[in-house]
């Protein structure tokens, strides 16, 4: 790092913490960077300086390698570093890290939020710096009072030796001078103050008052917004515009021609918006304009009737079937989805002289970086990345493409000026990467007692992974193994002695996504309705029979168990409602709902969820009942109500009237359980969503006999 | 020249009259607690109070709403409405907390007009307001807390 580099990130930590003293810089030195992005190398201990503060105010300021975006990072990694550093929880202050390999994921090499690793990819990483930390400050101490370090102790912001007592922030100038021990020994559980407890969220007094900052939020010296005018169906391109009418418009500013369309910059949204609506665009549409999802269907329907890609195969198929006493066939059918968070995209971005600046809500710093860097004609690390809170991420905000800030880039390097790219609602909707639509067919031939001997199942569905970062790691053989999540690994699957399990990705104009909780949203769906259609076959009641084909994983009985009691399935309910479970593995978690419904005039209407949860080692339970709840609520929105249509290449839906979510009204009563754990800590904010859907559908047919075998539901 | 009286506070402003109210308290006035998220009054997360009564600011042109008082969420005053918002994080209700603050301005109102809401009360007044990570029990959890006057929870779990 050069001493002007040096001079200003010192300068910038000063500004930020505004206390003084600190424990070193945001940004690390480049050889230790290089150190840690080495291929093969065997992890180095982390950089305390990258990921905490320490001000002599007393403040204690972690910075996170992963965006907040509802699921808690805010909380969850402090109290990571919290309970080794041994501080005061109340002088804890979070900020977003910027841009840098100091922040890549402990497993995918990049720094980006998904997959519901935020917890269990820092769970090492944030207690060493912690460790790190009061081992600096206990030394500091050690040496000032002249004894050994070992008979110091840091707690609650002090660190103290007989009656020698000093702050962290007194310590914190001469600890920054020490040098990181090489090693640290990290707490036992059984010693937890913090981890394991249930504790508030750190942000939510901001959000609830509306001082949180969202993408949206950002204000400029100078800045203008602007609207695109985007390809009304995928694979557009703009043959001619004529840009007259907007530039008549009070307060627009510039038109200008991006690769993703036309963008109209303005002093405001409100001329942006009147602007964008008076151009005239001609568009050449391309062979998208044929989109249909009824003639879709249609292909993936005939595609399931032939074998695909072998994504499992064991034992010999022809033979288990000749040896059934009985085959039960089945298709279901999941549409696209559109990930709708509150916060519609946005993206904002000022280039000047050898930077470009970016604010927005991103789940994927490093390639946002990346791509805005090569738009920018600038080097990654000359591109400044300020994530703002995620009004919702879902999965959205991070697109290979790097779809929003791209955008952004182009239209702030055409307009020459700061500039808010803001997507409406409609834009949001319209504007691709959604949940894949995917049939599965299958056919399951079983014994004389209902226990699967041979089972074939068929996926058609767009793969997500092929052509993105992700590819070389996740894509195998021509298996995306999202496209296969929850199936070819599934316990039934595996757990018959005969089976193989076939995948067809076709290709389709349509950009696709993970979408909380990705493949998992069809496959729970699909094999915990199947598993009931073969419970009832074999005139079994549900629960008992996944106990037995579940007889040898134990996590997956322990959550079937713990919901089941806890519902009270056993026990009658009052009249009118009836009961549906569903059990099933995402994200290393194990999640059994039990959902308590009625019908009333072919509407379903869930009253009470019952929810047992096994994540491995639990960091935060309140944090982890809240993803559940709203795991819960996400999933039954697509349930009852998601689904995306195209005709003659348009998208048909646009807003919340067309494309409705659950409300207070429809909510049903969540409640959740926790299943104790030593085991290796899994995610949070996916794995309460795939269940939902299954354990609905299984009790709408305990209420009308219905099996229901298409999201979202409908009993007409 | 539209006049607007927003949090006790007179502003004479230079925009288009047909400009939705919730532009010009985020543009204008620097007031972004008011968030935008539909356009079409169809989420809630841009309810202010205007004389009052929660209102859909996304679709309030802003010449419409001229000479009454308008109360955003920077505004809720203090004493009997900061319960609300302590309600709030005592049930730990926010996610990512995008819908929140036009959640609260529709639980203000609703507190306002009912001082002790049924469930039935909640679902009618807040059923315009989207919540997409599914806060919705803790919400409902919170506006009973408000209403019942209990003392907010320490800060510290």
């Not at chain 1, 109209?264 to 568009?283: H, M, N, P, S, T």
């Not at chain 2, 009618?124 to 803790?138: D, H, L």
Request: glycine share 10%.
């Amino acid at each position: 790092m050069s001493a002007r580099e040096r001079d200003r990130l010192d300068r910038r930590t000063f500004l930020k913490t505004s206390a003084g003293l600190v424990i070193g810089f945001t940004v690390v030195p480049r050889s230790v960077l290089r150190a840690q992005t080495a291929a093969g190398a065997a992890k180095p201990m982390p950089d305390p300086n990258a990921f905490l503060r320490i001000g002599s105010d007393e403040s204690v300021t972690v910075l996170l390698a992963h965006s907040e975006m509802g699921q808690g990072v805010w909380t969850t990694l402090p109290m990571l570093v919290a309970e080794e550093l041994g501080c005061d929880w109340s002088k804890i202050r979070v900020e977003h890290a910027p841009a840098a390999p100091a922040y890549a994921h402990t497993g995918f090499g990049m720094q980006m939020t998904g997959g519901s690793t935020s917890t269990s990819s820092e769970y090492d990483r944030y207690r060493q710096v912690g460790a790190i930390a009061r081992e600096m400050l206990v030394a500091a101490a050690a040496e000032q009072w002249k004894v050994d370090a070992a008979a110091c102790r840091a707690e609650n912001g002090f660190v103290t030796s007989g009656d020698k007592k000093a702050s962290f922030g007194q310590l914190a100038a001469s600890a920054q001078k020490r040098k990181p021990p090489a090693a640290v020994k990290l707490k036992d559980a059984k010693e937890w103050k913090i981890l394991g407890k249930p504790t508030r969220r750190l942000d939510a007094a901001d959000k609830a008052a509306g001082r949180a900052g969202f993408g949206l939020d950002v204000r400029l010296p100078g800045m203008l917004t602007a609207l695109v005018a985007r390809a009304p169906v995928f694979g557009a391109t703009v043959k001619s515009f004529q840009a007259d009418k907007a530039k008549a418009v009070a307060g627009v500013r510039a038109v200008v021609q991006v690769p993703s369309g036309v963008a109209v910059v303005a002093d405001r949204f409100y001329a942006a918006k009147l602007g964008r609506d008076a151009l005239v665009i001609e568009w050449d549409l391309g062979p998208g304009r044929d989109l249909s999802t009824d003639r879709m269907r249609a292909e993936y329907r005939e595609l399931a009737k032939t074998p695909g890609a072998q994504a499992a195969a064991g034992g010999d198929l022809e033979a288990g079937f000749r040896s059934a006493a009985k085959t039960i066939e089945a298709e279901y059918e999941v549409p696209y989805l559109a990930h709708a968070t509150m916060e519609p995209q946005n993206c904002t971005v000022r280039l000047s002289d050898g930077k470009c600046e970016i604010w927005t809500g991103t789940q994927f710093q490093t390639m946002d970086q990346r791509i805005a860097a090569e738009i920018a004609g600038l080097k990654p690390e000359q591109v400044e990345i300020h994530t703002t809170f995620l009004g919702g991420g879902f999965g959205r905000r991070a697109t290979p493409t790097s779809q929003v800030v791209a955008e952004a880039v182009h239209v702030a390097k055409a307009a020459a000026a700061p500039v808010k790219v803001v997507w409406t609602r409609e834009d949001d909707m319209r504007g691709g990467y959604y949940r894949p639509m995917w049939r599965n067919r299958l056919k399951v031939g079983v014994d004389a007692a209902g226990s699967p001997l041979a089972w074939q199942q068929e996926i058609v569905g767009q793969s997500i992974l092929e052509g993105t970062f992700f590819a070389p790691m996740l894509v195998k053989n021509g298996i995306d193994g999202t496209s296969v999540e929850g199936v070819a690994d599934s316990p039934y699957v595996l757990g018959t002695p005969n089976h193989r399990v076939g995948l067809h990705s076709p290709k389709t104009p349509i950009t696709v996504l993970w979408w909380r909780s990705v493949g998992h949203t069809s496959s729970a769906f699909v094999m915990e309705s199947f598993i009931d259609e073969l419970a009832k076959s074999a005139g079994q009641d549900p629960v008992e029979f996944r106990r037995h084909l579940l007889k040898d994983h134990p996590r997956h009985l322990g959550v079937l168990n713990l919901a089941a009691e806890k519902a009270g399935w056993d026990r009658p309910l009052s009249a009118g409602r009836f009961r549906g479970i569903a059990v099933h593995e995402s994200f290393g978690s194990y999640v059994a709902q039990v959902a308590e419904v009625s019908v009333d005039r072919d509407r379903i209407r869930v009253h009470r969820v019952v929810c047992a949860v096994d994540c491995g080692v639990c960091i935060n339970p309140a944090g982890v009942a809240a993803q559940m709840e709203g795991g819960i609520v996400f999933g039954l929105t697509a349930a009852l109500h998601g689904e995306l249509t195209f005709r003659n290449g348009r998208l048909e839906q646009s807003n919340f009237h067309d494309y409705p979510m659950v409300r207070m009204r429809e909510a049903p009563s969540v409640e959740v359980h926790i299943v104790p754990s030593a085991e290796k800590s899994g995610g949070a904010g996916e794995p309460g969503v795939p269940p939902i859907a299954p354990a609905v559908g299984n009790a709408v047919f305990a209420a009308t006999g219905k099996r229901l075998r298409r999201l979202p539901f409908e009993l007409a | 020249m539209i006049e607007l009286q927003v949090n006790g506070k007179r502003h004479r402003l230079d925009v288009h009259p047909d400009t939705p109210l919730l532009w010009v308290l985020r543009e204008d006035l620097g007031l972004t607690g008011t968030k935008y998220g539909c356009g079409m009054a169809l989420c809630g997360a841009c309810t202010v109070h205007v004389d009052g009564l929660a209102r859909r600011s996304c679709v309030a042109p802003v010449s419409s709403v001229q000479g009454k008082a308008i109360t955003t969420i920077e505004g809720l005053p203090d004493g009997p409405w900061r319960v609300v918002e302590e309600a709030w994080v005592a049930e730990d209700v926010p996610q990512c907390g995008y819908c929140q603050p036009g959640q609260v301005m529709a639980a203000a109102a609703l507190l306002k007009a009912r001082a002790r809401p049924t469930d039935d009360d909640i679902d009618a007044a807040m059923s315009g307001n989207i919540c997409r990570c599914g806060t919705y029990q803790r919400i409902r959890a919170a506006i009973h807390r408000a209403a019942s006057g209990a003392a907010p929870v320490e800060k510290k779990s």
